[in-house]
Every structure is written in structure tokens, then in C-alpha cells.
């Protein structure tokens, strides 16, 4: 792609960087922002610059926050003693578009991925552990992509807080097995939250 400006080339080299952009949809992003009020280019920056920031993250679940506690861990409304085991913001997003779920969450930042170099000590699980121990937590619902790495995931958390009188449930399968949890339906998601059985029940099947 040829370009007269290189002003013109950088920002379409920027918006090119963002996964399943291409150089063509980049430089139609850039043509739409050079058509708008110089004020709007502005504050499009601005925002994003400011986003990342300013952005936190719960000290108690990880999840994105603009305080040092989210605003679900700040909400005495919800069940503080439930927690909801995910991987990622995502899944926070789509459990709580299902208006199902009203305890808290726990962000582990992925799952346990040995051919992936991912092992326990890079996700979220001894903020978790502790979290538990210190809150007494009553329950804990595992919400992993259905697949090989979640069961791991599962299984090793599962064994760390045996001892703790905490009940471990897992959400129900109406997602198949190697689906990813975000694709899932809300209604699904929701049915799956409601119908969730004890995680030592799941492990053995
Ligand atoms: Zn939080």
C-alpha cells in the first residue's frame, strides 16, 4: 500500500495492529477519523490514553476497575461469599449479561497451560486460595472453557482448598466440551449457572 503522507501511513500502521485488522480496514478507520472534527480525533485519544492509564485492577478479584476495589466487590447488594471462578474479563462480561449470577467474581488470568509455558504461579490461584481462607468464602463456582486446560485448572485448585469448608461446585455442561465460554449463548450461560452440580461429582465423570 502506497501512501503520499507518512503521517497518513503511521495511523494506518496503528489501527493495523489490532487483531483481525487489515491494512485495507485500518485505512478506512483513518479516512472516517480524517472526515471528523479535529475536536473528535481529540477526544478519541484522549480516551484511549486515558483508559489505559487510569485503568485498575480489583485488589480482591482482578477484574478492570476505575477504584482499587470493582465495583462487584463494592456492591453489598450481591452475595460477597460466592465466588465465580473465570478466566478472563470476557467472562465476566457474559455471565453478567445473563442477569443470572449476583455473587462476585475471581479473574485467574487464564488457565493452567503446560504446553503453553502457563503453570499456577502466572495465574490468579494463591490470591485465590487466600482469598477464600481469609473471607470464608461459602462457595466457589468454577465457570472454565469445558476442555482439557480447565479440568486441570479445576482439579489443581480443587486439591488446594479440599481442607476448607467451602463448597466447590462447577458450572453444568450445556456447553460442549472444548467450546470456549465467552461463544456461548446467554441463555446457556445462564441455565448452566443455575444447574451447576459439586465439582467432585464433575471430576470423576
Ligand atoms: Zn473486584
New binding site residues.
Partial sequence: MQFSSSLLENAVNEFARFPGIGKKTALRMVLHLLKQDESITENFSETIARMRRDIKF??????V?DAD??S???NSLRNQSLICVVENLRDVIAIENTQQFSG??HILGGVISPLDGIGPDQLQIESLVQRIQKEQTEELIFALSPNIQGDTTIYYIQKKIKDFNCRITTIARGIAFGGDLEYADELTLGRSLQNRMPVDKYISH
Avoid at 58 to 63: G, L, M, P, V
Wanted: aromatic share 8%.
Fill in positions: 480489583c485488589q480482591r478479584c482482578n477484574n476497575s476495589i470493582c462487584i466487590c463494592a462476585t467474581y
